[in-house]
């Protein structure tokens, strides 16, 4: 089974999305199901991992309402309050659904570069981890080097990395990212997602030899069946369509086995969030 294990639906008549670039008009409509499944259809995907966008409880319960009316999503990674002392109260109701598979939050808008190691933080990720609850990190390369410290003080939180942890592929940096991916990599169960890449790179004026370099460093690190591909749609449209962009995927990871390109495509997202 082929999943898109990273993309995001919103209705702007209900929530606003503050993060979005004001110039950016591409992403200020409603994105919804409807608007990809079709893609999804006619490139053999049987489904989707929807991925909060903001950090407002009142998007985590829509989307899970979403879910319930729809098969093509499978899964929703939500955002909860990790900070709340009360945060089971919050998780109780999550398990409830389903659908509900995981949790993020947005720690690369958190001014605090080490935010994921504050004590109310930690307190949180013990929550998931008690409850085998998995938690997307989405991060800029500067957070990856507080990652190990995590995984030391939560060793039992299952933990995926969103979208290579945003290196800078337009500038063409590899470093430190290299490696301190190759650091985080060595943590026991540790996933990634090839996903998000063509956001970083140059809008405009970028082809899949930019993604190359930094997906097959990614590639020499984890296994397959530790590696998720996400579309990262709608946002990826602010650099090109979904179709662009997964041919982009394709070509930068080169030549692969089929068996375990179909890990990527879907098998390891069944796994890791214990899809249906």
């Known amino acids: 089974m082929r999943i898109d294990a990273h993309q995001h639906f919103w209705d702007l008549t209900r929530l606003d999305y503050p993060w979005m670039p004001p110039g950016e008009s591409v992403l200020r409509k409603n994105y ?25 409880i009142e998007e985590t319960w829509w989307l899970l309402d979403l879910a319930a009316g729809y098969e093509l999503i499978r ?26 598979k995981g949790v993020r939050h947005l720690v690369h ?28 990190l989405l991060l800029r390369p500067p957070h990856l080097p507080f990652v190990p410290k995590l995984a030391e003080r939560v060793p039992e939180l299952r933990m995926v990395i969103d979208h290579i942890a945003k290196p800078l ?25 090839l996903s998000g890449m063509i956001t970083e790179a140059d809008h405009g004026n ?14 020499s690190l984890f296994p397959p069946d530790r590696l998720i591909f996400g579309s990262d749609w709608p946002v990826c449209l602010l650099a090109g369509t979904w179709k ?7 070509q930068a990871c080169g030549p692969i086995p089929s068996e375990q390109r179909e890990q990527i495509l879907g098998g390891t997202a069944m796994r890791f969030y214990s899809l249906e």
């Open 75 to 100: 899964g929703v990674v939500a955002w909860v309050d990790l900070t709340d002392p009360h945060v089971g109260d919050t998780l109780d109701r999550c398990q409830r659904h389903p659908k509900f």
């Open 109 to 136: 808008d958190e001014p605090d570069v080490q935010w994921l190691l504050r004590d109310d933080v930690i307190s949180g990720l013990r929550e998931l981890a008690r409850r085998n609850i998995p938690y997307d």
């Open 206 to 219: 970028w082809q899949a030899d930019d993604l190359r370099p930094y997906v097959q460093h990614v590639l």
């Open 244 to 250: 662009r962009m997964f041919a982009a995927f394709t």
């Open 169 to 193: 592929i337009a500038s063409r940096q590899m470093e430190p990212w290299a490696r301190d991916m190759e650091t985080v990599s060595r943590i026991p169960g540790m996933h990634c997602k």
């Open 32 to 56: 919804l199901p409807e608007d990809l499944a079709p893609t999804l259809e006619s490139n053999r995907f049987d489904g989707s991992v929807v991925v909060q966008a903001n950090v407002v």
